[in-house]
Every structure is written in C-alpha cells, then in structure tokens.
C-alpha cells in the first residue's frame, strides 16, 4: 500500500499490553503508529495520501507472534519453503514467526540462521525469527556456538524434536544461553520411555494395539529442567506442553518466581487421543494428543496465565508422509492458517476471555522474544497488527491454503472468526478477498 497514511476505523482494539479494550480509531503514519483513540481518525479524509480502512465489527489487535513453526527451509522445501511458510503465516493473521531448527541441514550455524533471515527479508511479509539449536546436528553433545547465532539474529536455541537428555549438556547450555539473553526452548520427552511409541498411552492405545507414549516421559525432562534453569538463571521455556503433569511442575515453578514460560498448541486444546480411533494420521503429532483431563487442564492453564502462549507448532507434511499407515506417517499438523479459527471455539465456549486470547497469541510471546518490538500497539510503536472478524464462518478448504502442504484434521469444518487483514509495519500483506 502506497498511500503514506492509514486510518484503521471504528473497530474494537484489544491491546493488552495496554489493557485496552474499546472502540477506537488507529493512525499509522511511516510505519508506525501515529495515534489511538476513540476519535483519532476522524479529521481524516479519504485522498492520494490517506487510506481509511472501515475496521467496524472487527478486532483491531497487536500482530499475531508464533514461537514455533517449522518452515522446512533448507532442505525440505517439498514440503514448505520459507516463502510459502511466510504467506501461510501472513494468512493465518501472524506477523512474525519462529522457524525451528531441525531443517536439513540443521540451524546450528551463523550461515544457516543469517541464509534463512535474508530469504525472509527477500520475501517479505511476516517476520521471520529463527531459533538456532542447541547442540551440533541436534546430537545432544557438543554445544553450538550460541553468540554468532544470536549475532546472525537467533532468538533463541532449541533442540526441538529431539530433546536434550544429557542433563550436564543442557545446564552448560542454559548457562551460555544465559550470557546472551536467548530463550532455551525445550522438547520435553524421556526418549528411553518413548521408543517405538505412536501415540499416548492409555486406554485407546491398548484398544488400538499401538506402543503408547507416558505422560511421563514429558514430566521428568520438565521437572529435571526447571531444577537446572532454578541452578543457573536461564530463561528456559516448555514447547508444546501436553500433560497435566507439565502444568502442575510449571505453575509451582512460577509461583517461586523462576525465569520459567511455556506454550500449547490449538491442536492440544481442542482434540484428545480420542481423535485417533479411526487411525488418523493427521492426528499423529509430537507430543502426542492424550485424554481430557490433560486437555482441561492445558485450558484452565492457558486462561490463567500459567501456560503463556500459544504456539501451532506448525508441521507441513507432503501426501505420501500422512497418506500411509498409522506407524510409518510423519507428526505434525499444519497449523499456520486455521490457529484463530479453530482457537475462537475457546472465546465462544468462555474458555478464554477476548482479552486473554490476544495476549496469548501477540503480548505473551513478544515479550519473550529478546529486543522485540512487537505486541502492542503503543503510540510510537512499529505497525505490526491482526485485525480479524470474529463472526466470520467459514469452511477450511485445502485449495485455498497458501502453505505447500494440507496435513490437518480440520479440512472441511466450519471454522468461526477469521483474519481480515495483515499489517507488517504499516504495510498490508494480507487481506481477505470477498
């Protein structure tokens, strides 16, 4: 867009970094926000240098940040690249993501992290944060060199998909973390207790004669970690948390005030092992979906704070990776375009009040983020802003996905509240065509 003004008018801002919540007008000028208020468009006309946007019966929201996405860029661009990953992002109402490391070859070096930021840049639209991983090739050895990637534009480190087991491994990791501020993400799993596992143990598993995964294989790494982050200061963060358990070790942690956060993913808050009775692959992930008492727990959790964010840990698959037995298909669920749609179930159930179901998908993980602009929609601030239509229903159809891949269960349902709009300081790079 090319006008040097923009008016955003008449909508429902929902800023919690602000506590704001009221009808108001939003002013962006070069990029940034000129002025919020409930009549701060309205001196404004319509001309060559002025675009009013009517934002009436929408919400007007800081942008929309996911801490955990996979974008397969190198190496399995098949399945996504950085490209297609950015405009799914862009369409599923993110301005800013966090690719993981586990590509091909893996993040571990200053080359691949500084590649990966260029491509983005090169593209343009959402913003693109990687994460650098923890140890070379995601071993569990030898430590990256975490200061060039945090020079590169690293945000963070992460083994992702493969934990740390060596407990001496990762306490020298959250110390050199430590140094530079980076977030010390972790999978969180007990590999000795889930070889061979397809999903989670219980009930359904034994019914459908397949090797299932412990809740505590997550809750030992959880409780073995949260003792090293106490031991050394870190910043230290729980990816896709899953188990009841986890919750309960997180929520004590932080009411002792440890540098402590974590995330849920929309398929953890909606579906249970349930789902996979009829052998669905698209509902094989990692960590496992598990039963209800586990999925009410993670949503009182990410009501109340305790879990901070959600993230869609978004996993595009090609056909022939979920196209095939239960044991041989890929985990993961492409996740990118379908978070608010599905997630809105939660603010029209009372799960999640309008407040909160912003914070945890823009407030809560910018602030996790170090040096990050991001969040808010404070005078001054860069223009990074969501504004969605909650009354939206629509039906989520895989040929209108922009990513490369379609791996979810959620094809053919009606989906309500969707994504209008996109900005990228002050720069639309999505808009919903009716």
Known sequence: M????????????????QGLDEMADVVIEAGRIKELGRDAGASYQAGDAVHIVN????????????????????GQEYKEDIG?????????????????PNTKPTNDTRAITEMMISRAQEHGGARLMPFGAVTRG????????????????AIGVSDDGVCV???????????????????????????DLTKGAQMHEGAHSTQLGLRGWPRAAEDIIVARDLILAETTGARYHVAHISSFGAVRLIREAKSRGLRVSAEVTPHHLLFTDEA???????CKVNPPLRE????????????????????????????????CEFEAASVGINGLETAIGSMFQLVRDGVLKPMRFV????????RLIPDFEGGSLKVGRRADITILDPEARWILDKEALRSKSHNTPLLGRELMGRPVMTMVGGTVVYELKT
């Open 2 to 17: 090319l006008t040097e003004l923009i008016v955003l008018r008449g909508g429902r801002v929902l800023d919690p970094s």
């Open 55 to 74: 934002a009436s019966g929408h919400w007007v929201c800081p942008g929309f940040v996911d801490l955990h996405v996979h974008l397969r860029e190198p």
């Open 84 to 100: 297609s990953g950015l405009d799914a992002a862009a369409a599923g109402g993110f301005t800013a993501v966090c690719p993981m």
């Open 138 to 153: 995601q071993r569990g050895a030898e430590l990256t060199e975490m200061a060039d990637l945090r020079e590169a534009g």
């Open 165 to 191: 087991m060596n407990a001496a491994v990762m306490r020298h990791a959250m110390e050199y973390a430590r140094t530079f501020d980076l977030l010390v993400s972790q999978h969180c799993e007990d590999h």
């Open 276 to 282: 996979l009775l009829s052998y669905d692959t698209y």
């Open 292 to 323: 209800a008492e586990d999925l009410e727990a993670l949503r009182a959790a990410i009501a109340d704070g305790t879990i901070d964010c959600i993230a869609t840990d978004h996993a595009p698959h090609s056909e022939i990776e979920k196209d």
């Open 359 to 366: 914070e945890a998908l823009s407030t809560a993980p910018a």
